[in-house]
């Protein structure tokens, strides 16, 4: 669902820049096509619930706040909702949104700081933190920029790697003493994420 504003504002256009951009720190949910149709090449081998398999498209639809349908697409079965946002948020930019209402699919730290950039406020649905269960009982001390661990141990900063996720290790003395080698990530734009999370506890959401 989106929200439309009415400010008159021109409509809003992302730069061929933010476009390569946005798709390419999706990379880990490329479009795998292992089947392939003999009657329709283009569709996608889709996993239905625990048993059904079938090639299939998938439809993705933008609606305002009356539920009338402002634009959609269309993509193999088989493409995440990560992979189909640009297409469908080009179906929307001409009503010049001020929210987007979407499920959890769209839901990652690009997406946020993409609409951020657009001056369009997301929102988005609760989700179960993903942490790994060794990471669980991690703490993130924003100012220090480190994390901290059920023992007390201090996870600084090391590096960025090549999917867009920071890295924090626990210096040679704390690893060698804890047995400890873990490695805990944070995405570049996980900032933009955790003011979606504010936006959904303040009122009005």
């Known amino acids: 669902m989106v929200g439309r504003g009415n400010d008159g504002s021109r409509s809003r256009r992302p730069s061929d820049s933010r476009q390569k951009l946005l ?50 697409s269309v993509h193999p079965g088989n493409t995440h909702d990560t992979q189909a946002f640009p297409l ?58 480190c994390y901290l661990d059920e023992n007390d141990v201090v996870y600084r900063y090391t590096t960025t790697n090549r999917k867009g996720y920071r890295e924090y290790k626990a210096s040679s003395h704390d690893q060698k003493k804890y047995q400890n080698n873990r490695v805990i990530t944070r995405h570049v734009w996980q900032e933009a994420l955790e003011t979606c999370e504010d936006i959904r506890h303040s009122d009005g959401m």
């Open 88 to 145: 469908i948020f080009e179906k929307v930019i001409p009503f010049n949104p001020k929210h987007v209402i979407a499920d959890a699919g769209y839901k990652t730290p690009t997406i946020a700081q993409f609409l951020f950039k657009q001056e369009i406020t997301p929102v988005f649905p609760y989700t179960r933190p993903r942490r790994k269960r060794e990471n669980r009982n991690i703490i993130y001390d924003e100012y220090y920029d």
């Open 23 to 72: 798709k390419n720190t999706e990379k880990e949910h490329l479009t795998k096509s292992q089947t392939i149709s003999p009657n329709d090449p283009e569709a996608g081998w889709l996993h239905k619930g625990d048993h059904m398999q079938v090639f299939a498209y998938n439809i993705q639809t933008a609606c305002d706040r009356n539920g009338w349908v402002l634009g959609y």
